[in-house]
């Protein structure tokens, strides 16, 4: 099993960007394709972006393409995710995933989760 562990989350100006880290434990990471999903209030828990475990491929959602990168270090096992140009609408508690089954180009189905971190994009 995984365990994900986000940080990275903050408060910033729309146009800013943020950086966030998910660290995983687990001997088994590197098996695992990871993503990141958000939640906004009051809506539903949506897709953002995937890697596989290499980092070969990456998926993104059409709202975050151009201004959002997945990348991992297996190495230290954690996942990252760049995010620029940030709007107020990306505001959402954000949350990491991994799971061992991907198909790249879709979205990543996971099994595990972390316990989300928020991001708020200012206007």
């Known amino acids: 099993q995984v365990q994900l562990v986000e940080s990275g989350g903050g408060v910033v100006q729309a146009g800013g960007s943020l950086r966030l880290s998910c660290a995983a434990s687990?001997?088994?990471?590197?098996?695992?394709?990871t993503g990141w999903f958000r939640q906004a209030l009051g809506k539903e828990r949506e897709f953002v972006a995937a890697?596989?475990?290499?980092?070969?491929?990456?998926y993104y959602a059409d709202s975050v393409k151009g201004r959002f990168t997945i990348s991992r270090d297996n190495a230290k096992n954690t996942v990252y995710l760049q995010m620029n140009s940030l709007k107020p609408e990306d505001t959402a508690v954000y949350y990491c995933?991994?799971?061992?089954?991907?198909?790249?180009?879709?979205?990543?189905?996971?099994?595990?989760w972390g316990q989300g971190t928020q991001v708020t994009v200012s206007s």
């Open positions: 890697t596989s475990w290499q980092g070969g491929s990456t």
């Open positions: 995933a991994a799971s061992r089954s991907w198909v790249p180009g879709g979205e990543l189905r996971p099994t595990n």
């Open positions: 687990g001997r088994t990471f590197s098996s695992y394709s």
